[in-house]
Structures are given as structure tokens and as C-alpha cells.
């Protein structure tokens, strides 16, 4: 049986090679590339193959220094830069172009009021006679110092007088206050508030010498000003080589006004300064963030002042909008600008740390958003909105930050809005619950 078979085989194989135009013999495959041209990121891997050969081939790079290849045709991006990959197959040179763009990321963070109350400030006192407020923040110590950029609004002035500590309705607020914020992590304060004006000038100038003295921390401060040139100068810092502006307004001074001879304390929320200012600051950085103090308070939605406003703002350039002062968590949004960019819009982030037992005031929020810089042109690769419990103990004597995610049932039958004269129901369920009224987020969004 196999006799006759290769005999069939034999005969078709004679046929054929007399039949003209047809060749007996497998036409030869030409060799090939997988990719003959590709982009990679600074640290990224890309497998180049051939295909229609077998064997080894040489592999060689124009520039090891932008590009590098492996014996077995793994390309490894070095260096922004142009190369070309070649694999000799045989008697054939294959060649692959690549492009290597440096690729950077900037993580950021904000969060909203950092208001203390009369209560707060007794509070810090130690036995030894200083004052400590480093528990207020322990919880996120590890996230805030984990991002790049980490903006706190600074809600009332810092003052060594003693004499001007007070809380509600003219605040006046320890120094020790601000170290404990920079012990935290935080290097962005933002001061432009309806507070920065309630022990006057005084006030004001302390707040903005306190500052000054940590920007050999790393510290930027924004919103109050010592003189002109100060008020004039737009706030910009750079960050793993993306630079970003950053401008903080505030709607009122609660009905006091600064005079001509010190107009430039504090900025107000003026669309003609807001769109000048944009537009010199997208001049000068690659990434503009607005900080608006603003809106209604305790309304869990934006006003139509806000929402007005935040689309001029988009419209003018804006990248990133990130508000306070409502005290209570509104909604994060995206707004389309005129040019068609996508702006992250966080009208409220509420209160970070204050002692308002008000049942809503409790929940609050984080602003989290990754830049990325590829060939000189920077995007916002993703953004969220982090919920954050203000935790105040029974007794009205400790305060502590933590993430909704984190905070227990057992922490908050211990909160102080729960004690028979708020009567606010605080629990784990309820917070989740008013997060998703307010955001129209649920828990497993966050993941």
C-alpha cells in the first residue's frame, strides 16, 4: 500500500513539473519584521520577531543609547531619541524605526478646609507646655507624602500671638498648626479664604512670614501676599519636570475690605484677574490649577454662580479646578472647554479638619490625579474623588483624618455626631450612603 502511494506521488509530481507556469518546488516566504516602525516610552520593552525564517539572527541598534536590543530581538527604550533596529536574516538586512519618547508622572492631592475651632486649639495643648495637632493627620500621613503635589487649604491665619488664637467667628490659629501641616506632607497651602482677613493685617502678615519660612521645605504658598511684586508673581512649582501654576481666589473677606495701601494681601475672586492671570500663568507652566474659595455653604451641590464661573475658567485655560469652603463635599464634574480639553472640576472637597457636628460636614473629600508629560505635551491620565471621614471623638476632644474605606463601625459609634444632642446618625453605611447622594459614586467606583 505505501509502494503504491509513492508511486501517485511520484507520477503528480512528473504531471506537474510538465504543465507550464507551475513549479513543483514551495515558493520561497520572504522574511519579515513583526513592526517595522513603533513608539516606546522611556523603560518600556518591545519584542521584535521574524517571521518566513528560522534561526538565529543578528541584532543591532543605530543607537544603543536611545534604544538597546538583545540578542533575541528585545528592544529596550533608553533615552528619548530616534534609532534603528536591524536583524540580519541571512543575506537580508530587516529594519524596525524606533522612536523613544521620555515619559514623566506627577501625582496629586488636595484636600479642603483645614479650619480650627476654639475647642481644637485647647485641645493640642501637651503636658510639657507646647501644642501638638500631628495626631490630626497621622491616619493619611502615608498618602499625602506618597503623592508629588499635596494641597491643603489653610482656612484661617497662623499666628504666635496668643492673644489673636480664637476660634469661630474670627479665627486666629497656632503656628504649631502649620508645622504639624508640613510635618504631614503637605507642600501646597493654599490661604485665600473669607478668613484670611479676621485678625487684620497683623494676621495676614504673620500667616505669609510662616509660609515664607517654609518654602526651604518645599513648601509653596499661594492666595496671600506681602507686597505687590509678591501679588503680582504667579505661584509655580516643578515637579519631576512639569511645572504647575498654581491660583487661589477667595469670594469675600466676610464683609471686611482691604484698603489701597494693602490691596495685595489676598486675592479676590475676580473674573478679570482670574482670566488674566490663567492666561499668564499658561505662559509660564505646563499645568494651570484653579483653587477657588467659593460657593454656598452647606449646599451638597454646586450653586449656579460656581458652576458659571468654573466654565469660564475651563474656557480660559484652566487644566484643574479644585474648591473650598462650603464645608461640606459637592460633586466632582468634567467640563468641556470651548477648545475641547477635559477639565477635572472638584467644586467642594468640604472640610478637612474642623469641630462642626453638623451631620454633613463629617464627610469629605480627596482629590487624586495623575499628569503625564510625553514629548514635551502634558495630559491628566486619570482623576478621582477620594471620600474622608472627619472624625471627632464623643468626648469632643480628638480629631482625626481618615479614608471612608479605612474608618471602622467601632469608630463611628464613637463620634461625636452621634452623642443625643446632634443626633446625626453617623455610622459607615450612612457615609457611603450621603457619598453617593452628593457624587452619584458608589464604593466599588473607588477600585
Known amino acids: 500500500m505505501k509502494k503504491r502511494m509513492m508511486a501517485v506521488i511520484l507520477l503528480l509530481t512528473l504531471v506537474l513539473s510538465l504543465v507550464p507556469g507551475v513549479d513543483a518546488r514551495a515558493d520561497e516566504i520572504e522574511p519579515v519584521l513583526n513592526e517595522t516602525k513603533i513608539t516606546l516610552e522611556t523603560g518600556n520593552k518591545f519584542r521584535l520577531t521574524v517571521g518566513g525564517a528560522t534561526g538565529k539572527f543578528g541584532w543591532t541598534s543605530s543607537d544603543p543609547e536611545v534604544a538597546k536590543v538583545t540578542k533575541y530581538g528585545k528592544v529596550i527604550a533608553v533615552s528619548e531619541g530616534k534609532a534603528t533596529i536591524t536583524a540580519a536574516v541571512n543575506d537580508k538586512k530587516l529594519k524596525c524605526k524606533v522612536k523613544v519618547v521620555d515619559v514623566k508622572y506627577v501625582t496629586i492631592m488636595a484636600v479642603g478646609d483645614n479650619l480650627f475651632h476654639q475647642r481644637m486649639i485647647d485641645q493640642g495643648l501637651q503636658s510639657g507646655g507646647s501644642f501638638d495637632y500631628s495626631r490630626i493627620y497621622a491616619e493619611l500621613k502615608d498618602t499625602i507624602e506618597a503623592a508629588d503635589v499635596r494641597i491643603i487649604n489653610q482656612e484661617t491665619i497662623?499666628?504666635?500671638?496668643?492673644?489673636?488664637?480664637?476660634?469661630?467667628?474670627?479665627?486666629?490659629?497656632?503656628?504649631?498648626?502649620?508645622?504639624?501641616?508640613?510635618?504631614?506632607?503637605?507642600?501646597?497651602?493654599?490661604?485665600?479664604?473669607?478668613?484670611?482677613?479676621?485678625?487684620?493685617?497683623?494676621?495676614?502678615?504673620?500667616?505669609?512670614?510662616?509660609?515664607?519660612?517654609?518654602?526651604?521645605?518645599?513648601?509653596?504658598?499661594?492666595?496671600?501676599y506681602d507686597s505687590q511684586e509678591a501679588y503680582d508673581t504667579i505661584t509655580v512649582g516643578e515637579y519631576n519636570g512639569i511645572r504647575i501654576a498654581f491660583l487661589n481666589y477667595t469670594y469675600s473677606l466676610n464683609g471686611r475690605s482691604l484698603d489701597s495701601s494693602n490691596s495685595y494681601m489676598v486675592k479676590l475672586l475676580n473674573e478679570n484677574l482670574i482670566k488674566k492671570e490663567i492666561a499668564e500663568a499658561?505662559?509660564?507652566?505646563?499645568?494651570?490649577?484653579?483653587?477657588?474659595?467659593?460657593?454656598?455653604?452647606?449646599l451638597l451641590e454646586a450653586d449656579s454662580g460656581q458652576k458659571a464661573l468654573a466654565q469660564k475658567m475651563a474656557d480660559w485655560g484652566a487644566d484643574i479646578i479644585i474648591g473650598t469652603h462650603p464645608h461640606v463635599l459637592e460633586p466632582m464634574v468634567t467640563l468641556t472647554s470651548k477648545d475641547g480639553r477635559k477639565v477635572p472640576c472638584y467644586y467642594s472637597l468640604g472640610n478637612f479638619t474642623a469641630n462642626m457636628p453638623n451631620k454633613n460636614c463629617h464627610l469629605e473629600g480627596?482629590?487624586?490625579?495623575?499628569?503625564?508629560?510625553?514629548?514635551?505635551?502634558?495630559?491628566?491620565?486619570s482623576y478621582k474623588l477620594t471620600p474622608l471621614v472627619n472624625h471627632i471623638s464623643r468626648g469632643d476632644s480628638e480629631w482625626?483624618?481618615?479614608?471612608?474605606?479605612?474608618?471602622?463601625?467601632?469608630?463611628?459609634?464613637?463620634h461625636l455626631g452621634n452623642n443625643s444632642a446632634y443626633n446625626c446618625n453617623i455610622t459607615v453605611e450612612s457615609m457611603w450612603k450621603l457619598y453617593t447622594q452628593i457624587t452619584g459614586f458608589k464604593k466599588e467606583d473607588l477600585n
Open 282 to 298: 499658561k505662559k509660564q507652566a505646563d499645568v494651570v490649577i484653579v483653587l477657588p474659595h467659593w460657593g454656598t455653604e452647606y
Open 366 to 381: 480627596m482629590a487624586e490625579l495623575k499628569l503625564k508629560m510625553a514629548g514635551g505635551k502634558v495630559e491628566i491620565v
Open 400 to 414: 482625626i483624618v481618615y479614608r471612608l474605606e479605612d474608618y471602622t463601625e467601632e469608630l463611628a459609634k464613637n
Open 158 to 224: 497662623l499666628t504666635s500671638d496668643r492673644s489673636l488664637w480664637a476660634g469661630y467667628p474670627n479665627f486666629g490659629t497656632p503656628l504649631e498648626v502649620g508645622d504639624a501641616v508640613v510635618g504631614a506632607g503637605f507642600n501646597v497651602i493654599t490661604t485665600a479664604t473669607n478668613h484670611s482677613y479676621d485678625k487684620g493685617t497683623a494676621g495676614m502678615k504673620s500667616t505669609v512670614k510662616y509660609w515664607k519660612k517654609q518654602a526651604k521645605k518645599g513648601v509653596l504658598m499661594t492666595g496671600m
